[in-house]
């Protein structure tokens, strides 16, 4: 049997792009990152963790002693780099939008937003035992409700956009594999 038969229909057409998931700190991304790798045999990535392994502390440390901006920065640099591959799926921290250049890398491939339910987000940040330094204030969701009012626009220029409702990440991996085939599908028309 031929290798290219083996593969995701999905994945063939993809040629190799990679997939950027994109949203809120606690939308999934890393978890819906794997099975989705997973079933298109591409590489999952967490561009979080690339940059926590370079610099050998948390990013919550990263922003206590470098400060936001320094740490904006560290994240560019290293989504530049992993650009520079293919076939991955990128699970990208919530603010990587923030910045104007890093969408030139990130319409490379295709850009998925992953939006959850705000309700179930700060029900999910609240118990999660990550410290997410935008968070780290006197009233968090008031915070939570600025960062997303400020990056919603942002996240709405994804290619594909998933509103999740408390879906698994298996689920979630469906439907993204589900609405590409529809995006391919489209473009080649």
Not at 85 to 111: A, P, Y
């Amino acid at each position: 049997m031929n290798f290219f038969s083996d593969l995701h229909p999905v994945r063939q057409k993809l040629g190799g792009r990679n997939l950027f998931l994109i949203g809120m700190m606690g939308s999934g991304k890393t978890t819906t990152a794997k099975p989705l790798a997973k079933t298109l045999g591409y590489r999952s990535v967490d561009l979080d963790s690339v940059i926590e392994e370079l610099l050998g502390k948390s990013i919550h440390q990263i922003f206590k002693d470098e400060g936001e901006d320094a740490f904006r920065s560290i994240e560019s640099q290293v989504l530049q780099e992993i650009g520079k591959q293919h076939s991955l799926v990128v699970s990208t921290g919530g603010g990587v939008v923030t910045r104007s250049e890093n969408w030139g890398i990130l319409h490379q491939g295709i850009v998925i937003w992953l939006n959850l339910d705000r309700d179930i987000l700060f029900e999910r940040l609240t118990l999660d035992k990550v410290k997410r330094p935008l968070l780290d204030v006197n009233d968090p969701l008031s915070a939570l409700n600025t960062l997303f009012a400020d990056r919603e626009p942002l996240y709405a220029e994804a290619d594909l956009k998933l509103l999740i409702q408390g879906q698994s990440p298996e689920e979630i991996s469906n439907e993204i594999i589900k609405e590409l085939l529809v995006l391919i599908k489209s473009s080649e028309d």
